[in-house]
């Protein structure tokens, strides 16, 4: 299992991957803000579990096991993200949170959170959301009638 800030190297790596070809140790270095000796050490422990080829002085790409790691990370978090943005969390921070999310959010979970996105996409707004939207802007809170309470 990889740490959260591995898993920010292989999305720093992939990034300059798709606009280089290779990732190099002065640009990860650069965009993440470290010594060049400890993106080499990283460099050493991604390759030796199979996310990156790497040789010395050539720079890294991501292996097949790298590109599924961050091609997920990336489903999570446009999942998050686009959750958040439905709750009405606006754009900004919507992002910056399932950055943050994407690494620790367990499977079972993204799984549902997905349905909830993909439903919620696909269909009219429902009432029930509506008056959830009311009592977030405005602390009003709107009961909803209970359809099964017919005999009564």
């Known amino acids: 299992m990889l740490t959260k800030r591995l898993?920010?190297?292989l999305e720093t790596i992939y990034e300059i991957e798709k606009e280089k070809g290779t990732a190099k140790v002065k640009d990860v270095s650069g965009c993440m803000e470290v010594r060049p000796s400890t993106v080499?050490?990283?460099?050493?422990?991604?390759?030796d579990e199979g996310y990156i080829n790497y040789e010395k002085y050539k720079g890294v790409t991501l292996t097949k096991k790298g590109e599924r790691l961050v091609k997920d990370l990336d489903r999570?978090?446009?999942i998050l993200r686009d959750f958040l943005i439905i709750l009405g969390v606006d754009r900004d921070s919507a992002d910056n949170d399932a950055c943050r999310i994407e690494h620790v959010v367990s499977k079972k979970t993204i799984d549902r959170l997905t349905k909830f996105v993909e439903?919620?996409?696909r269909h009219e707004t429902p009432r029930w959301f509506e008056r959830f939207k009311i009592y977030c802007e405005k602390g009003i809170f709107i009961e909803?009638?209970?359809s099964y309470d017919k005999d009564k």
């Not at 080499?40 to 390759?47: A, V």
């Open 7 to 9: 898993e920010e190297y």
């Open 76 to 78: 999570k978090h446009r």
């Open 40 to 47: 080499t050490e990283i460099f050493r422990r991604l390759r």
């Open 144 to 146: 909803c009638p209970r």
């Open 119 to 121: 439903f919620m996409q």
